[in-house]
């Protein structure tokens, strides 16, 4: 609220405070006279009071007057101080704002110098990632004609093994069949030859059967009531010599009397002299163990 509102109020306020003032004092000062002796020679003068108290408002008014025109020149010079400190406000919020602005500007031209040069690093990166790229890419280009070139000498070299290799396994899967085909015919031809000898040593052998059989028919004793329809087998143990070693029912007749008549037989023998003509070998395979079987037709009495 502006002060010149209330400096009207206030002179007016003053005024009557001052014709209070001055009409208490009047009634103050205006006491009863004492009582005393009058001299004798008295003037007297009258006082118009109306007349003082209007002076005394003029006064009061002057002083009003020129209060209230020092308070308006305060008031003016305060208005005064007040615009002056309000335009220096204004010149510096101007000065603040300018400065604002070219801090705002400077910061800006910053930035944009900042983004400048990070458009340019960008741009120089992007570049030396391009030029790296390409070549990279003619690296590689180098590099995959260089492995296709080594892939292909390896495979022509892996070819070429691999032809050896089957050329050395036909080599040697002829080789090994062909020694195949010469040790079947070995093996044939020592079949042949042992069919031969197995043979010859069965025939020479089965020459003597009959011998052994006719001795032991000699030395039989045969027991009364003996059937021509049973069998009997006997295994003979024999030495190198021809001595007997052991003889054994391996099939009985069912009758014991025709067994031990069997073993007795064979026991009485004791010695095939001739078997001693034999070859080792043929012995031991066919009469160092073997297995006679009699039927009582087979003996001669």
Known sequence: MKSTSYLIPSVFAALLHMVVVVLLAESWFMTEPEHRQVPRHVQAQLVDFSERQAQQLEEVKAKA????????????????????????????????????????????KAVAEKQRLAEKKKQEALALKKKAE?????KAAVERKRKQAEAKKQADAEQKRLADEKRKQAEAEQRKREEQQRQAQELAVKQAEAARRAESQRQAAASYEGYIKELISRNWRRSPGTRNEIVIELSISLLPTGKVVDVQVTRSSGDSRIDEDAIRAVQRVDRFEKLQQLDPVVFDRYYRRFTLRFRPEDLRW
């Open 134 to 138: 390409a070549a990279a890419k003619q």
């Open 65 to 108: 007057q020129q209060k209230a025109q020092q308070e308006k020149r305060a008031l003016e010079r305060q208005k005064e101080a007040q615009r002056q400190a309000e335009l220096k406000r204004q010149q510096e919020d101007k000065r603040r704002a300018d400065k604002k602005k070219a801090a705002e500007a400077a910061k800006q």
